[in-house]
Nanobody, 126 residues
């Protein structure tokens, strides 16, 4: 049974940091693309960052580039999202997702992914 478990959200002040974790069970991240998405109230789900497990290449949206870092620990079958210099506009529910055989141009499209974690809330206070 394929499952993703996202965790690490919480309340933090502007400028603070959080690290989100996405743990997989029932499969390994080998040859998967793992993405972090977020959805703020009243807004569409948007891609934040992705990592290609096969080659380790990382991708970031312009809104988080330079502040967020995605990484993977293959031994732990876990992908992390280190979020620094957080801003109030980063407030959202964050989801991790995984799938195989996604073309690069579709990495930030939510409909490219079949497997999703349950979401973890990040709130950044001003």
């Amino acid at each position: 049974d394929v499952q993703l478990q996202a965790s690490g959200g919480g309340l933090v002040q502007t400028g603070g940091s959080l690290r989100l974790s996405c743990a997989a069970s029932g499969f390994t991240f080998d040859d998967y693309v793992v993405g972090w998405f977020r959805q703020a109230p009243g807004k569409e789900r948007e891609g934040v960052s992705c990592i290609s497990s096969s080659d380790g290449i990382t991708y970031y949206s312009d809104s988080v580039k330079g502040r967020f870092t995605i990484s993977s620990d293959n031994a732990a079958n876990t992908v992390y999202l280190q979020m620094n210099s957080l801003k109030p506009e980063d407030t959202a529910v964050y989801y991790c997702a995984a799938d195989q055989q996604i073309i690069v141009s579709s990495y930030f499209r939510p409909d490219s992914y079949d497997y999703w974690g349950q979401g973890t809330l990040v709130t950044v206070s001003s």
